[in-house]
């Protein structure tokens, strides 16, 4: 019983670890081919498929979270008649924790899904198969593009999270609640340092980037040539990246900002 | 080997899980001429194309294709010999992205500096060859089976490749089009001095086109040699299968249990 279940978890282990092998490998082969100025169309190709179709959701998304944290904001420092940082509040949370995390997770399930099925179905259909028999590699053709284009689009898109976030931000804690608009972008100027607030929320953006395309790549290069094994590649995509968003933030946060218990 | 050949296989041995798909095959297909692999379904036809084109590894062996290992070369070295081969997949394997057009462009955009004009010309000889020129502007998801097919093998010729190897080119075509493809085969063969492999299953045809046949059967060569010497082969199994007779040493049945306990399960 016991040994049963050390079994398992010692097969489980050494998957794990032996798909994380063949994941950098891949990721580094695939890499290694860009850019060439020959594939410039296609990652502006990709670009627009990984980034530019992710535009309408974050936007939304990212209206909907900058207004509720003003609201939040606003009611609690109300209580200290302090209202009127609305705005500091707001801009350190969304640049360095909400904007890149939040970003990363809808670009994950928007995006690296879409990727994954993309690559899974190509490899079910045999059409990476027969790229790679006509003397194409995949890895260049295919992945590549797609790798970078994730790590490429994940920076821009914070970047245009943080900014609608900030202006749903305004909307409801300046228009509607009434806070004081001067000092709500006084107060955020002040406040934020474009190094370390700003700067090091892009790196976690591309850190994500990087996860999160070379998640989705690897799924569904290395999906079960089937219906079922595609769906559930996706699956794993997003769990995955969600997983692993969270817990590099956290790392990084500690790293960034450290000496917490000091 | 005495004739000049362009690949040469030795030693051959592979397996999937258990099952042994190849148990010791030696085999040479001649430079320039067509050659057909045939078999019963199952026997690893398709793998034995795969494995020549350094897709799938075997157990062990040697597979010489123009004088390259290719069990041995590296990945940069195996994707540059490839430039030199086109392959006809089972299933079409048509890039769903892209139109027809673009398909059959595909390998002389990634693998020739010509012209736009030049891939134009060259892509709709392509096409004519095969009786598709009409249909360029399509995608692949509006194709037949049998165009798809037809598409697949002008993208394999388009390079002009030393070999080419079909598989099953001829399922899902009618006649005519079947009569065009043989043709458009026996020309390239000839008149380009291609080298062909071909798998198929239609017996009369690939008689009518074959210089040689190599039957596989149970993991193994057991014939080889001109369709004349293949038809008056002495032995059993390769007359059942050059007659097309079910009853016979060749099983038509993959491996299984005995039917009636099958049916019948526990309850005898
Ligand atoms: N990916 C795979 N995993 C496991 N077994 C496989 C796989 N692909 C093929 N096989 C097995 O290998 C054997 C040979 O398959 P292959 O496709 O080469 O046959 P074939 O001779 O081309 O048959 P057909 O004439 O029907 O196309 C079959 O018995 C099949 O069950
Ligand atoms: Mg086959």
Redesign the pocket.
């Not at chain 2, 199952?42 to 034995?48: E, I, Q």
């Given at each position: 019983m016991t040994r049963d279940y050390l079994r398992r978890l010692g097969i489980a282990g050494l998957t794990g670890f032996s798909n994380l092998g063949r994941a950098t490998v891949l990721w580094a082969r695939a890499m290694w081919g860009l850019p060439r100025w020959a594939d410039v169309g296609l990652l502006t190709r990709q670009m627009y498929q990984v980034g530019v179709q992710s535009i309408m959701i974050i936007v939304l998304s990212a209206f909907a979270i900058g207004a509720v944290l003003s609201l939040q904001f606003y009611t609690q420092l109300a209580n200290f008649g302090a209202q009127d940082s609305v705005g500091v509040g707001l801009a350190l949370v969304l640049l360095r924790e909400l904007g890149p995390v939040v970003t990363g997770l809808l670009f994950a399930g928007r995006a690296g899904s879409a990727i994954t099925a993309e690559i899974g179905l190509m490899k079910t259909t045999e059409q990476l198969s027969s790229m790679a028999m006509m003397g194409v590699d995949p890895l260049h053709r295919v992945l590549a593009p797609r790798l970078w284009a994730g790590m490429i689009s994940l920076p821009l898109l914070t970047l245009i999270f943080n900014a609608i976030a900030i202006f749903g931000g305004v909307v409801v804690g300046v228009h509607w609640l009434g806070a004081d608009e001067g000092s709500f972008w006084s107060g955020m100027q002040n406040a934020v340092d474009i190094w370390n607030d700003f700067g090091k929320g892009m790196i976690k953006a591309l850190v994500f980037g990087v996860l999160v395309s070379w998640i989705a790549v690897f799924q569904g290069y290395d999906a079960e040539p089937t219906a079922a094994g595609i769906s559930a590649a996706t699956t794993r995509t997003v769990v995955l990246s969600s997983i692993a968003i969270l817990a590099t933030d956290f790392v990084l946060t500690l790293g960034m900002y450290g000496n917490f218990g000091s | 080997m005495d004739q000049d050949s362009l690949i040469e296989i030795s030693g051959l041995r592979f397996s999937?899980?258990d099952?042994v798909?190849f148990d010791g095959i030696d085999m040479a297909i001649p430079r320039g001429q067509i050659s057909a692999i045939m078999?019963?379904?199952?026997?690893?036809?398709?793998?034995?194309l795969r494995i020549i084109g350094g897709e799938v590894k075997p157990d062990a062996g040697e597979v010489l294709v123009g004088g390259y290992d290719v069990c041995r070369l590296s990945r940069g070295e195996l994707f540059e010999l490839r430039k030199d081969i086109g392959m006809l997949f089972?299933s079409s394997a048509l890039f769903t992205d892209m139109s027809v057009f673009e398909n059959v462009a595909f390998p002389l955009r990634e693998h020739t500096e010509l012209e736009e004009s030049a891939i134009r010309d060259l892509v709709l000889m392509k096409l004519n060859a095969v009786g598709l020129r009409g249909a360029r502007d399509l995608m692949p998801s509006e194709l037949s089976g049998g165009m798809a097919r037809r598409v697949a093998l002008a993208r394999a010729i388009a390079l002009d490749p030393a070999l080419i190897m079909y598989?099953?080119p001829f399922t899902g075509q009618d006649p005519i089009a079947m009569g065009v493809l043989l043709s458009l085969i026996r020309r390239m063969s000839q008149a380009l001095e291609i080298t062909s492999l071909l798998?198929s299953?239609d017996i009369h045809e690939t008689v009518s086109i074959a210089d040689n046949i190599f039957l596989?059967a149970d993991g193994k060569l057991i014939a080889h040699g001109d369709p004349q010497s293949l038809r008056e082969h002495p032995a059993q199994d390769v007359q059942q299968f050059m007659h097309g007779e079910p009853d016979g040493p060749v099983p038509f049945h993959?491996p299984s249990d005995d039917y009636m306990f099958d049916v019948l399960g526990n309850s005898v």
């Open positions: - | 999937r899980g099952r798909i078999g019963p379904s199952g026997t690893g036809k398709t793998t034995l089972q598989d099953e798998v299953h596989l993959y």
